[in-house]
């Protein structure tokens, strides 16, 4: 049993930067690879970034490259995902999953209740 929590999201305007954390309780949690996802109002989950156990490959989607960064701290038990250069349209609970590294939902087993971000135009 994985359990996780987010942390970190809030209100900012357009343009500018939060980081979100995640810690994990698994013992062997640099053996888990990590990813993030978002959810908008009235829109499915959808693939933002994911990790390897290791943190020596990641891949994200092409709506947020350039602009966040996902990451990890193995001996903090914590996954972050920087964001930068924040849009309205990044607005969305954003949750970070344990499992296998895929940008599909169904490859992660273990899920946190999601952090609210919502970016002001």
């Known amino acids: 049993q994985v359990q996780l929590v987010e942390s970190g999201g809030g209100l900012v305007q357009a343009g500018g930067s939060l980081r979100l954390s995640c810690r994990g309780t698994?013992?062997?949690?640099?053996?888990?690879?990590m990813g993030w996802f978002r959810q908008g109002p009235g829109l499915e989950r959808e693939f933002v970034a994911s990790i390897s156990g290791s943190g020596s490959s990641s891949d994200c989607t092409d709506l947020v490259k350039g602009r966040f960064t996902i990451s990890r701290d193995n001996g903090a038990n914590t996954v972050y995902l920087q964001m930068n250069s924040l849009k309205p349209e990044d607005t969305a609970v954003y949750y970070c999953?344990?499992?296998?590294?895929?940008?599909?939902?169904?490859?992660?087993?273990?899920w946190g209740r999601g952090t609210q971000v919502t970016v002001s135009s």
């Open positions: 999953a344990a499992g296998s590294m895929s940008r599909r939902v169904g490859s992660y087993v273990f």
């Open positions: 698994a013992r062997s949690f640099s053996g888990v690879a």
